[in-house]
């Protein structure tokens, strides 16, 4: 029975290798032209895809490896899938880099460039590129973590013979992510504890061998389990030199919308241990959430980028483990956000991490069309005709103190998503319920809200729609909502109804976006 279960993986491997064994640099096999498949967010051509993972920048391309299952569009056989841009927004897809094999699947982790050769893996004076995954073990209950090495800018990987690199005998433990820290000329890797409501952190000269240095947790969100961290200074917007760090923890449930989310603590890492900014309300730090909407798990950040680019870029899987195996797309599922640029902003609640699209997404507009409405008083209703289905949007909206109003985005003749803003309670809402096709799961169609206010009596928002998913960002980024949807129908009416309050002006100026799946 084993040597047969072995044989057929084997043979299932082999094929499923070579379907993917597509030329460096191929554009996809298939248009991309299916119902709701997304055209300026990443997608594989076909099955299943969960976390972003082993995100890296090196000799000009950004990798973008991810969970993926080469045999079905259901999770199983969890490896890792592949791809590379030269500019965070068009994506070639490589064949599988890290494959299943011996009743191992290959879970979430990292990936970083070894630049002083300290794991001796480099060849002909190059440093290699690492890539610190975990190992689920099919057979038995143990996750342990384990390395991996490319000698040729990812193409190609080869796993460590003496794996696995640290393993506690734990059924759970997983997603490790590595950085380099310089002061103390060692590896540190942050890895979730995920019953234990714990990230262990651990120190290492050359990646094989790992001592623990401390855990943090339980603390924040506990309801869930812990995945997917990750630990990285941030820059405090208009304070030069000024930074914190943020310790990103995912939750596999409890989040604010529902189901799976991203939280994050803020705090100082001395190459030790974490300690998170002193809060009145709790000993382990306030509550935060990274993103307000459903569809926003596992992100992590970008290794490597370069100094003299200096941004912190991550991204994350647009879904949500409560429905995401029954989204009904096909031949793939599930789609990552766009790439992301992360800052701090000191704003009247505290410092809080603030998310903006990279700024390399605008090579995708086309030409712009802006409206203009004044003096809108309770009970008025304006439209604005999109020009696509792939937009850019960018909202700027006086309002009273009193105003409570609604944005219906991709809004057709029997749907539309419905983004009402109440200023007074400080607050913004996306009611999908009537978005399209809401039935494949029951907790599916439901109705998501964030924090918003007024910054000199006004209200600036950033919209991305894409032919399933909308991403926005309030005010700058401070408050950032991403959420999926399944339309019918054609729906390409912005609708904005006055319920309460004034607008004194609302200007919008709108972009139809490329595919950048097109040539
Ligand atoms: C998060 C997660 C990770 C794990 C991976 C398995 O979505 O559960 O913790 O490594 O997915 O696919």
């Given amino acids: 029975m084993k040597l047969f279960h072995t044989v057929l993986t084997t043979v299932c491997l082999a094929s499923a290798i070579s379907l993917y064994n597509v030329p460096v640099g191929a554009q996809p096999t298939i248009p991309y032209t299916e119902p709701w498949r997304p055209q300026f967010h990443f997608t594989p051509e076909r099955n299943w895809m969960n976390d972003p993972n082993g995100m890296v920048f090196y000799e000009g391309e950004y990798h973008l490896f991810y969970q993926y299952n080469p045999f079905g569009d259901k999770w199983g056989h969890m490896s890792w899938g592949h791809a590379v841009s030269p500019d965070l927004v068009h994506w070639k897809h490589l064949p599988l880099a890290l494959a299943e094999e011996n009743g191992v699947m290959i879970f979430s982790g990292s990936a970083v460039v070894d630049w002083n050769n300290t794991s001796g893996f480099g060849r002909d004076g190059k440093p290699p590129m690492i890539a610190i995954y975990t190992g689920h073990y099919t057979g038995k209950p143990l996750q342990n973590q384990q390395i991996a090495y490319s000698n040729d800018r990812g193409r190609t990987w080869t796993k460590f013979a003496g794996n696995p690199v640290l393993d506690i005998g734990e059924k759970d433990f997983r997603d490790p992510k590595v950085f380099w820290r310089e002061p103390t000329k060692r590896w540190v890797m942050v890895v979730s504890w995920p019953v234990h409501r714990k990230v262990r952190f651990y120190s290492s000269p050359n990646l094989k061998n790992w ?58 890492f001395d190459g030790k241990q974490f300690t998170p900014v002193k809060s009145s309300k709790s000993p382990t730090g306030e509550t935060l959430w990274a993103d307000w909407g459903r569809d926003f798990y596992a992100a992590v950040s970008w290794s490597d980028i370069p100094k003299q680019d200096g941004r912190r870029l991550w991204l994350g899987w647009m879904s949500n483990w409560e429905y995401a195996q029954d989204v009904p797309t096909s031949p793939w599922r599930s789609a990552m956000t766009v790439a992301r640029e992360l800052t701090l902003r000191q704003t009247p609640g505290g410092l809080r991490l603030v998310q903006q699209p990279v700024k390399e997404l605008r090579s995708l507009r086309g030409p712009v069309t802006r409206s203009s409405f004044k003096s809108l008083t309770q009970g008025a209703s304006e439209t604005v005709s999109a020009s696509g289905d792939l937009l850019d949007i960018n ?62 009596g006004r209200l600036k928002l950033r919209i991305l729609a894409d032919n399933s998913s909308l991403e926005i960002f309030a005010n700058d980024g401070e408050a950032a909502l991403t959420s999926l949807f399944i339309p019918n129908s054609a729906s390409r009416l912005i609708e904005l109804h006055v319920e309460r309050g004034s607008i004194a002006r609302a200007d919008f100026e709108m972009w139809p976006l490329k595919s950048i799946w097109k040539q």
Avoid at 235 to 243: D, L, S, V
Avoid at 412 to 437: C, V, W
């Fill in 395 to 456: 909202a700027d909206i006086k309002a009273s103190r009193d105003a409570v109003f609604t944005l219906k985005l991709r809004s057709g003749a029997t749907e539309s998503n419905d983004l009402r803003f109440d200023i007074q309670s400080r607050q913004m809402r996306l009611d999908r319920k009537n978005s399209g096709k809401v039935d494949f799961h029951p907790k599916f169609p439901g109705s998501y809200s964030a924090p918003v206010r007024l910054v000199d």
């Fill in 211 to 268: 001592t623990h240095l401390s855990d943090f947790g339980p603390g924040g969100s506990t309801s869930g389990i812990w995945e997917c961290p990750d630990l990285f200074p941030v820059k405090i917007e208009g304070r030069r030199n000024a930074e914190k760090w943020a310790l990103i923890v995912n939750v596999g449930s409890g989040a604010p919308a529902g189901g799976s989310g991203c939280q994050y603590f803020l705090g100082d």
